[in-house]
């Protein structure tokens, strides 16, 4: 499965860095992962892209084949692709410690044969039940419903799988497996926290399979404003970051809450999801206006992402000071482009004044406007893909004014 060998890769170069777990890494860790990536691979990913695929940011779905085939041959494989073929053994070989590799040399008949005897015995087992899984996963059963409409937000999971053949049943929040979470075969309740709004695909997976799955939309209560930080994010009160000319998060609001501003500024946010009637992404046009005048120290760069949560891949349009186009990463709703990889300069601009960004979608393309000028333009995924919430995320503070969604003929979401 793609998912849980991500989490291998992932896992395996959190080893080879001795690191400590990533769930704990500052900014500053990924800015060095992407230095010590480009000096091994001569290929350069963003900063916000290693955050992604190791969740430290808003995105559920799967890494793109370029940023995996990157990460493996850091961690010493020719590709994505010879990585997964060599399976969860090897790897794990390869992380054991040296005294386990001294017991191999001296008894190497004993462990071929023991671990032939292992591979005959994992493959009948395959064998016998993947099969048993593919053809019965009616007889699983897997819903939810959430505890309310504001965050952190309890999911309340229903579910049926007594007909398992083993123990090892999850329930998984998203399409990163490290969000699993062992529940009892023949239990039929499990709640799990949603710390963050968005689209996600919760899993019910029986052994390394999953049997079912549900599109699951948290939403807000209105606008929905954050300091994000782990394990739990500062939840701020409306009246600290809205007023009627829009949103902004200052300075003396982050130190008020106890957050440092250096040596890495925090990433702030502004949620609004489920809030409006889903919008088809063939025929839409959203605007906004965005600034960060924070330019002090580490946010240099006024790095923003401005976002359009999707039932797929989300649309995130990424903005900042000129000299740093290079760290950004767009997903247009597809795929991901890395500004180490793609000419990403139409998105650099001086956002110490205030930027106006559209997106639109007509016949069949998409096309990003930065102060009405096109910065980028790309062909709709031909599948029904509806906007279900927007958000705003800067490196630092930041402020939004005069948000607008609308289809053709009428505004389906505006505020400021």
Known sequence: MKEDATRRLLLLIENQLGWGDAAAWPSRDFERLTILIQEKTKVSLSASTLRRVWGKVDYNNQPSVTTLDTLAQFAGYESWRSFCSIG???????????????????????????????????????????????????????????????????????????????????????????????????????????????????????????????????????????????????????HEFMSENGMSITMSTIVNHKVPLEPQPPVVAFYNTGNFKPLSILNFSYTAEVRNNYKTGASRCQQLDVILFTSDIPISIPL???????????????????????????????????????????????????????????QVADKKINILGVGFLFHGTGDVRHVVLSSPNKIIFQEF
């Open 88 to 238: 969860q053994e090897t790897i794990i070989k390869r992380v054991s410690n040296k005294a386990y590799d001294k017991k191999l040399k001296f008894r190497p008949l004993y462990l071929i044969g023991l671990f032939g005897f292992a591979i005959v015995v994992i493959t009948l087992s395959i064998a016998l039940i993947r099969p048993n899984l593919a053809d019965n996963t009616k007889n699983y059963s897997f819903s939810y419903h959430p505890v309310t409409r504001d965050l952190p937000n309890s999911v309340i999971f229903t579910y049926d799988a007594h007909t398992a053949p083993n123990d090892s049943v999850f329930i998984q929040q998203s399409w990163d497996n490290t969000r699993r979470t062992r529940v009892a075969k023949m239990g039929h309740q499990f709640s799990s926290i949603y710390y963050k709004p968005g689209f996600y695909h919760a899993k019910l997976v029986v052994g390394n399979q999953i049997v079912k799955e549900s599109p699951l939309l948290i939403s807000t209560n209105g606008w929905l404003g954050m300091i994000d930080q782990q394990p739990v994010p500062v939840y701020l009160d409306q």
């Open 320 to 378: 900042s000071e000129p000299g740093c186009i290079a760290s950004l990463s767009l997903l247009d709703g597809v795929n991901e482009i890395d500004g180490s990889s793609a000419d990403l300069s139409s998105f650099g601009t001086n956002l110490s004044k205030w930027v106006d960004l559209s997106c639109i979608s007509r016949n069949g393309l998409i096309s990003i406007l930065v102060n009405n000028k096109l910065a980028y333009k790309y």
